[in-house]
């Protein structure tokens, strides 16, 4: 599994941004022709991405582009360009606003064809799943392709979608009361992709001076289960790794878990164990191992 705990946007209009993005420490770098790149600047975007990526030093980052979503003229050209120029560095293509497998089957075809004619290695899929159709049809979009890796929220347009009654993007909506608005939809997105063992990843949070808000948001996903989120500035690309990593504390713990586990299953031959005031079991072992393997991905 590609790390993505940060999965940092970058306008592929904007070549300063561009070169920034290489020194920062996201996970993930996509570089975008859809919504953050203006219509008249479409072609050049896509120029500046294919030499990005082939001059560009992306050591070490989960390298992504954004196409263009399925319903405009530019889609089939920005991944004929971009992979034909620069598919040996690229990592996978996202496609936004994804509604049915069709969709998905559709990238996952002109991938294959592409790569055959030119002998690439093969590239991944992310998909966007940002409307009411998108929703409705994840499991299918999830199970459309070997390819893909990772379901992404898409809250921004995924809000004007339902027609949710509010300007702020991530933040609960005026008047909702308790509770958590996105709750189902942020829950619909993870069994879909955990069910096809893929990744989850949460949008943005266009606040982007509000480091805070960040991260009570991003909590959010990551408690649920969400491997990372999609962060704007670079302020947003600390705190996005620091949530989506266990804390030292419970990483320790997890690893404390296996140990215990281990020498009480293998060496005293029991199945459930009491480690200090806790009971651990096999289902135990399962949980720690999942903290243990995002701890160890992290550095802890
Ligand atoms: C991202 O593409 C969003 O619509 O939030
Ligand atoms: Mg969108």
Same mark, same amino acid.
């Given at each position: 599994?590609?790390?993505? $705990?940060?999965?940092?946007?970058?306008?592929?209009?904007?070549? $300063?941004? %561009?070169?920034?993005?290489?020194?920062?420490?996201?996970?993930?770098?996509?570089?975008?022709?859809?919504?953050?790149?203006?219509?008249? @600047?479409?072609?050049?975007?896509?120029?500046?991405?294919?030499?990005?990526?082939?001059?560009?030093?992306?050591?070490?980052?989960?390298?992504?582009?954004?196409?263009?979503?399925?319903?405009?003229?530019?889609?089939?050209?920005?991944?004929?360009?971009?992979?034909?120029?620069?598919?040996?560095?690229?990592?996978?293509? *996202?496609?936004?606003?994804?509604?049915?497998?069709?969709?998905?089957?559709?990238?996952?075809?002109?991938?294959?064809? %592409?790569?055959?004619?030119?002998?690439?290695?093969?590239?991944?899929?992310?998909?966007?799943?940002? !409307?009411?159709?998108?929703?409705?049809?994840?499991?299918?979009?999830?199970?459309?392709?070997?390819?893909?890796?990772?379901?992404?929220?898409?809250?921004?347009?995924?809000?004007? !979608?339902?027609?949710?009654?509010?300007?702020?993007?991530?933040?609960?909506?005026?008047?909702?009361?308790?509770?958590?608005?996105?709750?189902? %939809?942020? *829950?619909?997105?993870?069994? @879909? @992709? $955990?069910?096809?063992?893929?990744?989850?990843?949460?949008?943005?949070?266009?606040?982007?001076?509000?480091?805070?808000?960040?991260?009570?948001? @991003?909590?959010?996903?990551?408690?649920?289960?969400?491997?990372?989120?999609?962060?704007?500035?670079?302020?947003?690309?600390?705190?996005?790794?620091?949530?989506?990593?266990?804390?030292?504390?419970?990483?320790?713990?997890?690893?404390?878990?296996?140990?215990?586990?281990?020498?009480?299953?293998?060496? #005293?031959?029991?199945?459930?164990?009491?480690?200090?005031?806790? *009971?651990?079991? #096999?289902? !135990?072992?399962?949980?720690?191992?999942?903290?243990?393997?995002?701890?160890?991905?992290?550095?802890?």
């Amino acid at each position: 599994m590609r790390a993505r $705990r940060s999965c940092l946007a970058v306008p592929g209009s904007n070549p $300063r941004f %561009i070169e920034k993005a290489q020194g920062l420490a996201a996970d993930e770098v996509f570089l975008d022709l859809e919504d953050s790149v203006a219509p008249a @600047a479409k072609e050049k975007a896509r120029e500046n991405v294919v030499a990005a990526l082939r001059d560009g030093d992306w050591t070490g980052k989960t390298i992504v582009v954004r196409v263009n979503d399925l319903t405009t003229q530019w889609t089939y050209r920005d991944v004929i360009d971009v992979v034909e120029g620069a598919g040996d560095r690229l990592d996978c293509v *996202m496609l936004p606003k994804v509604e049915d497998a069709s969709h998905v089957v559709w990238l996952d075809t002109l991938l294959t064809q %592409i790569e055959k004619a030119h002998g690439l290695p093969r590239i991944g899929i992310e998909a966007q799943i940002e !409307s009411a159709r998108g929703l409705v049809n994840v499991d299918a979009i999830a199970a459309a392709s070997d390819r893909l890796e990772t379901l992404v929220f898409g809250p921004a347009d995924f809000m004007a !979608s339902i027609g949710m009654k509010t300007l702020v993007v991530g933040e609960q909506p005026p008047g909702y009361g308790e509770g958590d608005a996105y709750h189902y %939809i942020l *829950m619909r997105i993870l069994m @879909a @992709a $955990r069910a096809n063992d893929l990744q989850a990843i949460d949008g943005p949070y266009l606040q982007i001076k509000d480091v805070d808000g960040f991260r009570r948001v @991003a909590g959010r996903a990551a408690a649920l289960g969400f491997d990372g989120k999609w962060v704007l500035h670079p302020s947003q690309v600390e705190a996005g790794n620091e949530v989506f990593s266990p804390s030292q504390e419970d990483y320790d713990h997890a690893e404390l878990i296996l140990e215990a586990y281990d020498y009480y299953t293998t060496v #005293e031959r029991r199945g459930a164990v009491m480690l200090g005031d806790e *009971m651990i079991d #096999e289902a !135990s072992r399962k949980m720690a191992l999942v903290v243990a393997a995002k701890g160890r991905a992290a550095g802890l």
